[in-house]
């Protein structure tokens, strides 16, 4: 209910955007959720995301939803879309996190041009998921995680944060875009796809509607997921974020 509603609401007023990550797979794979998935993410370029904060903030039904920008009203590394008056209990939140079903927003960011740079580009990614992780309740067993968490706190300091943020953010359009905010890629390569797979968008199936993922699918999630028709062992088809969900009046 949520998506189609962000779809016609974007669709109308000119926001190209597309499912990506889990909730692509799930269309190209399942043709809906992938059945232990239990999110949904969308995906906007760099070029469109004031327009998208603008749309969000101007036309969003603001007695069904509530919106909270990426780096702005919150710390987290993506919007959010809630729906009120429902409740969600996820892995590692903080509380306030948990008012409202959502779905995620994630900016593609423009790539550096280099190979050095583009590196430098996604370990600055990795230091602000490591700042964020940092203001939550998030537990590993990873020494090095725990370093990296730790030393994420020097991103408290206003002139800093602001620097590493501008690495990632604020580039020049190139050739290739990129998403280093995801935790879950493993090579740092795999963050950065070609812009020309991000030409335009084609509509495919999900849970018995249509909605748009960008034409070159196919190589990108071939380049996040490998073999990404091959079904994972039983063992990992498990929900990673919900504990627990209040639907409320729906």
């Known amino acids: 209910m949520i998506l189609s509603d962000i779809d016609e609401l974007l669709r109308t007023n000119g926001v190209p955007y597309y499912i990506i990550g889990g909730t692509a797979l799930g269309a190209i794979r399942h043709k809906g959720f992938i059945p232990w998935d239990d999110d949904v993410d969308l995906g906007v370029l760099p070029e469109y995301w004031e327009k ?142 070609p812009r020309r797979l991000f030409s335009g968008s084609k509509l495919v199936e999900f849970e018995g509607r249509k909605f748009p993922v960008c034409n070159g699918i196919e190589e990108c999630l071939t380049l996040e997921y490998g073999d990404y028709m091959k079904l994972p062992p039983v063992e990992q088809r498990v929900g990673l974020h919900i504990l627990s969900v209040d639907f409320g009046e729906y």
């Not at 920008?69 to 590394?77: F, H, K, S």
């Not at 090095?144 to 002139?159: H, Y």
């Open 52 to 193: 998208l904060d603008y749309v969000l903030r101007n036309k969003l039904d603001k007695k069904k939803y509530s919106y909270e920008q990426a780096y702005v009203d919150t710390v987290q590394q993506m919007s959010k879309i809630k729906l009120n008056n429902t409740h969600i209990h996820e892995v590692g939140a903080i509380p306030e996190e948990n008012d409202g079903i959502y779905i995620d927003i994630f900016r593609y960011d423009n790539a550096r041009r280099t190979k050095v740079g583009k590196y430098f580009q996604f370990l600055c990614g990795r230091g602000m998921i490591s700042y964020i992780l940092s203001n939550k309740p998030y537990e590993t067993t990873s020494i090095a995680k725990k370093i990296a968490i730790g030393m994420s706190r020097i991103c408290r300091i206003p002139f800093i944060h602001k620097f590493i943020y501008s690495q990632v953010l604020n580039q020049p359009k190139s050739e290739e875009i990129c998403m280093v905010w995801d935790r879950t890629r493993g090579n740092w390569k795999k963050y950065f796809y």
